[in-house]
């Protein structure tokens, strides 16, 4: 399964930036689909993620600013992110379970700064 993230950028503090991430294959199976992220200096963490049963789990530091969202016809899982702040800066990396095997994208920056 390939991976696909995009969305990040540069946003400035309070605003809102949407995650995407495209799988090559259907998600439907995913028992586990997620985001990470790493900042610098810093371990990778979770962020949020998403069961097949549809329910989702999110880090303290997120909840209620951030949402998962995925969609099984799309095969994509999305991140949106609102009131950033500069501490959440760093590569985002989308993952997926499946069968007992990881499989992670390449990661996308997303930079909060005024």
């Known amino acids: 399964v390939q991976l696909q993230a995009s969305g990040g950028g540069l946003v400035q503090p309070g605003g809102s930036l949407r995650l995407s991430c495209a799988a090559s294959?259907?998600?439907?199976?995913?028992?586990?689909m997620g985001w990470y992220r790493q900042a610098p200096g810093s371990q990778r963490e979770l962020v949020a993620f998403?069961?097949?049963?549809?329910?989702?789990n999110y880090a303290d530091s997120v909840k209620g600013r951030f949402t998962i969202s995925r969609d099984n016809a799309e095969n994509t899982v999305d991140l949106k992110m609102n009131s950033l702040t500069p501490e959440d800066t760093a590569v985002y990396y989308c993952?997926?379970?499946?069968?007992?095997?990881?499989?992670w994208g390449q990661g996308t920056l997303v930079t909060v700064s005024s």
């Open positions: 993952h997926a379970r499946h069968s007992g095997i990881y499989y």
């Open positions: 294959r259907s998600i439907r199976s995913m028992i586990y």
């Open positions: 998403s069961l097949s049963d549809g329910s989702t």
